[in-house]
């Protein structure tokens, strides 16, 4: 893969891990490093080698602490809705929407656009020494990377209001107790417990893995007034429907075939991702 300014990659076992290298800034996002992130997530994705993504921070003090800042100044709502656009579809769709899982080892400091970043993400392991927050509200924003509807859709609505609204700083242990993050552990194990979490959802089949991802998001698009209560097929893009359509057409791949042959028989399945 190639050198990115703001970067840090390494592949091992099939898990890239990137590290966002800006420590002297804490990791924040500036223009550039948002750039970067784009096309080497979209490079990763591509990548056949590359099972699984593993996103943290640089040094010892911060996973990311927001968005930089100084670049805000003397945006025009115009320049400030292609901002958000572009940190939208480039980086923060594309980590929720990858058929590869991608996990977010928070390792210190997590706020506003580095929290909206593990939030996108399918995982979020916390190191003891994270803070997390989204304190737009303080700068006169709101947070514009996704914050206001993916924190909801894991904690939600009053929670995220709650969250917001205060623009507290909380502990990975409330971070946890909400089920904003799935783990807490201590600094040292951070990467190693993220890592083997990764490594053993990289056996299983690589189909299976991205049809679940695409289930699971499609049910955010689930039809709220929808009558489940007649008799009539639910719509295409309701989230049962794709559920349906994904497990059926799974029947027909050589992983299925593999991983019923190697239940039968006792075995491990090898998958091969076709």
């Given amino acids: 893969m190639q050198e990115y300014t703001n970067l840090l990659l390494s592949l091992d076992s099939g898990v890239l891990t990137l590290l966002i290298n800006r420590p002297a800034k804490l990791n924040a996002l500036n223009k550039q490093t948002v750039a970067d992130l784009g096309t080497c997530l979209i490079e990763a994705i591509a990548d056949v080698s590359v099972r699984s993504i593993l996103i943290s921070g640089a040094g010892d003090k911060a996973f990311v602490a927001g968005a930089d800042i100084a670049e805000f100044a003397g945006l ?40 909206e970043l593990a939030l996108a993400c399918h995982l979020r392991i916390a190191s003891t020494k994270a803070k997390l927050g989204l304190p737009e509200l303080s700068l006169g924003l709101i947070p514009g990377y996704g914050g206001t509807q993916r924190l909801s859709k894991l904690i939600g609505k009053s929670k995220a209001m709650e969250f917001i609204l205060l623009g507290t700083q909380i502990t990975p242990e409330q971070a946890l107790s909400t089920g904003l993050v799935n783990e807490v552990v201590a600094p040292d194990e951070l990467i190693p417990y993220s890592r083997n979490l990764l490594e053993k959802i990289s056996k299983k089949s690589p189909l299976s893995i991205a049809a679940a991802i695409r289930a699971i998001n499609a049910s955010d698009n689930e039809l709220k007034d929808q009558d489940q209560a007649n008799s009539q097929p639910l719509p295409l893009g309701h989230g049962y429907e794709i559920e349906i359509k994904e497990f059926s057409t799974l029947f027909g791949s050589s992983d299925f075939t593999e991983g019923v042959a190697a239940f039968l028989e006792k075995r491990e399945a090898r998958f091969t991702g076709k």
């Avoid at 320049?79 to 480039?90: C, F, K, N, T």
């Avoid at 990858?98 to 506003?112: C, D, H, Q, R």
């Fill in 76 to 115: 025009t709502p115009a320049q400030g809705e292609e901002l958000a656009r572009l940190g939208h579809q480039s980086v923060f769709n594309v980590i929720e929407n990858s058929p590869k899982p991608i996990l977010a080892a928070i390792n210190g400091f997590a706020l506003g656009g580095g929290l």
